[in-house]
């Protein structure tokens, strides 16, 4: 254990590059099982937890080039993970949104995972899984402003 605040903030921000390694080869694990690329099941994630969203949306929150969304957009509906939809209110624009039907499979995928994390969550009382959200909420809002900020 951490001898002073220091040290306890140095192994927070180990605990978080561990935790960062593990999620990129547990989330590259499941993208090569659904035969995607991790980027590929990156974006999807990110559709779900967004919504549809316009290719030009998509490639900012992404971090890619418009270029390289198009090309990504391509793979996910010819993959059949997608799909462009007409906007509703803007018709020279399109929406890009999961199809949810073939996302079924990630979450098959996640679950023995998914099911350990909230076993491991039975050990912390309500006070400390709230700060524990609390601080993976804020780490997270910082990750995309200094994503936006590199991308920029």
């Known amino acids: 254990m951490a001898n002073s605040r220091d040290e306890l903030v ?5 605990a978080g590059r561990r935790l960062a390694a593990a999620a990129v080869a547990l989330h590259s694990a499941v993208a090569d099982k659904q035969g995607l690329s ?3 099941e990156k974006a999807l994630e990110l559709l779900e937890n967004s ?3 316009t290719p030009g ?6 971090g890619l080039a418009p ?9 996910l509906e010819e993959k059949g993970f997608a799909r462009r939809n007409p906007h ?6 399109l929406l890009v949104e ?3 039907d073939r996302r079924q499979g990630a979450d098959i995928l996640l679950k023995d995972y998914l099911d350990s994390v909230a076993e491991l969550c039975a050990d912390y009382d309500d006070t400390t899984l709230r700060a524990i959200v609390e601080f993976t909420d804020e ?9 936006d900020k590199l991308a920029r």
């Open 10 to 14: 140095d192994q927070v921000l180990a």
């Open 139 to 147: 780490v997270a809002r910082r990750q995309r402003e200094a994503a």
């Open 98 to 100: 999961v199809r949810r």
């Open 38 to 40: 991790p980027v590929e």
């Open 88 to 93: 509703p209110q803007d018709r020279r624009r």
């Open 51 to 53: 919504g549809a969203l």
């Open 57 to 62: 949306e998509l490639s900012r929150r992404c």
């Open 67 to 75: 270029a390289s969304i198009t090309g990504l957009i391509n793979r």
